[in-house]
């Protein structure tokens, strides 16, 4: 099984890109949608983790609730109570948590900084090619190789 550590470094864009509470959510829509990506974290004014932002915070929170993305600042929909996990988490532990809490994108703390972001894309990528390598191992050991 596999660490957080170990995904990361497996990771080809390891870019974690930040909004503040103060930003707009217009531009981190902005944001999120030249990037590619579906969430943001939040960091305050000293670089600590202070939230994260999502694509479906912004639907739930500002679209559905008809509040203005020009007007609605990020304070006002971001998660505040954020999960986290560690470099020493195994890929299993994180999947269970994301599964459990309904959760797509992990921030990942180191000594109380933020080092990395892993989403459910990163963990269902890494889980197809630990499956693919033991059905291999296994298929050379049935063979006798």
Request: aromatic share 2%.
């Amino acid at each position: 099984m596999k660490t957080v550590a170990e995904i990361l470094r497996a990771k080809p864009q390891a870019a974690v890109y930040s909004v503040t509470p103060s930003t707009s959510v217009l531009d981190a829509i902005k944001l999120m949608a030249e990037k590619g990506i579906g969430a943001l974290v939040v960091l305050d004014d000293k670089g600590r983790l202070a939230g994260i932002v999502s694509e479906r915070d912004y639907a739930r929170k500002v679209a559905l609730l008809e509040r203005s993305a020009f007007s609605a600042m990020i304070s006002e929909i971001m998660t505040a109570d954020v999960i986290t996990v560690g470099l020493r988490d195994t890929s299993q532990h994180c999947m269970q948590l994301m599964t459990d809490r309904h959760l797509r994108h992990l921030p990942v703390i180191a000594e109380g900084e933020l080092i990395g972001l892993l989403s459910i894309g990163d963990l269902v990528k890494h889980t197809i090619a630990e499956q693919a390598s033991l059905i291999q191992q296994l298929e050379q050991y049935i063979r006798g190789e």
